[in-house]
């Protein structure tokens, strides 16, 4: 009887103890996807055409070893997995990761590259960013700084865009009251589309060859190209030294779902 009650105990505290592990994990994961300060790596990966050719059990055991490395590192970083294949003849799939420490993402990066899934595929681009508090928009009227905080429409957003910018020499030696007029433009082109795209800005420069990442999540690619085309029609575009080259658009996927996906 006694024995029965201390069994009941220690799963209950075992329970209490794992609710709240995971609890500080998805804290975990919310603050190092807002705050500014945090390291963002994407690393985008071609599988070789070998992988398919080996049998399905050798491929099932080589992803169990890449969950393993997630799980690993999940204390260091969150690792967030996209699938690039049929949309793209360059690259199969791409993995973003976030870590206050950039050591942690290479870390984190080499270990996936030594799997033996790490030996089929090939790192066909990566970019690497900081996030930062936004620049212009304290400088912007009340109207659209609030507009600005319009939430996203809650739901699945199923697609994914990267697009890489660089900026030319001419923008940075821009006073700042010139290149905030030119993205107050540029937010104003945006509002529309506010509700059905989610962006995240990362800041490259020197960091990369680069100056910013940016990434956005939507259900309506209809919406995201109308944006786009907007923002090519205000002055801030000018500047725009490189605009993709690459472009990744994918679909969002969970580690298991693109996992499935390459063992099938
Ligand atoms: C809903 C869509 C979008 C919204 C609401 C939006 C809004 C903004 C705002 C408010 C800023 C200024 C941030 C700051 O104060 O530092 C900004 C910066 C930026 N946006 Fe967008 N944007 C959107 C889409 C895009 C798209 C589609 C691109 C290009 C593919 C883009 C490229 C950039 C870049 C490169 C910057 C950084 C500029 C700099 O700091 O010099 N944005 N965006």
């Known amino acids: 009887m006694m024995n029965r009650s201390i069994l009941t105990v220690v799963m209950?505290?075992?329970l209490v103890w794992s609710c709240a592990d995971?609890?500080?994990a998805a804290?975990?994961?919310?603050?190092?996807?807002?705050?500014?300060?945090?390291?963002g790596s994407f690393a985008v990966f071609k599988i070789d055409g070998d992988w398919w050719r080996l049998?399905?059990?050798?491929?099932?055991?080589?992803a169990a070893e890449v969950k393993a490395i997630f799980q690993?590192?999940?204390d260091t970083v969150t690792a967030d997995t996209y699938l690039l294949r049929g949309l793209s003849e360059k690259a199969d799939f791409f993995v973003r990761v976030h870590s206050m420490e950039m050591l942690n993402n290479q870390n984190?990066?080499?270990?996936?590259?030594?799997?033996?899934?790490g030996?089929?595929?090939?790192?066909?681009?990566t970019f690497n960013g900081i996030t930062k508090m936004a620049n212009y928009v304290p400088a912007f009227p009340d109207v659209l700084k609030e507009a600005m905080k319009t939430p996203p429409d809650p739901g699945p957003k199923s697609y994914v865009?990267?697009?890489?910018i660089r900026k030319d020499a001419e923008w940075w030696i821009t006073a700042q009251d010139g290149r905030g007029t030119m993205m107050k433009e540029h937010a104003d082109a945006t509002v529309t589309y506010l509700k059905t795209v989610k962006r995240k800005l990362y800041h490259s420069s020197g960091l990369d060859d680069l100056d910013f990442i940016t990434y956005f999540e939507t259900a309506k690619l209809d919406d995201f190209n109308n944006l786009v085309i907007g923002l090519q029609r205000v002055n801030e575009n000018h500047h725009n030294k490189q605009f993709g080259s690459p472009t990744l658009l994918g679909t969002i996927h969970s580690l298991d779902d693109i996992l499935e996906i390459f063992s099938r």
């Open 27 to 39: 804290a975990d994961r919310e603050k190092l996807l807002k705050d500014p300060g945090v390291y």
């Open 119 to 125: 030996k089929y595929i090939q790192n066909t681009d």
């Open 72 to 74: 690993k590192h999940a």
């Open 161 to 164: 865009i990267v697009v890489p």
């Open 12 to 14: 209950i505290g075992l």
């Open 55 to 62: 049998d399905k059990t050798t491929r099932g055991s080589a």
């Open 22 to 24: 995971t609890a500080q």
């Open 108 to 117: 984190f990066l080499v270990d996936l590259m030594g799997t033996t899934f």
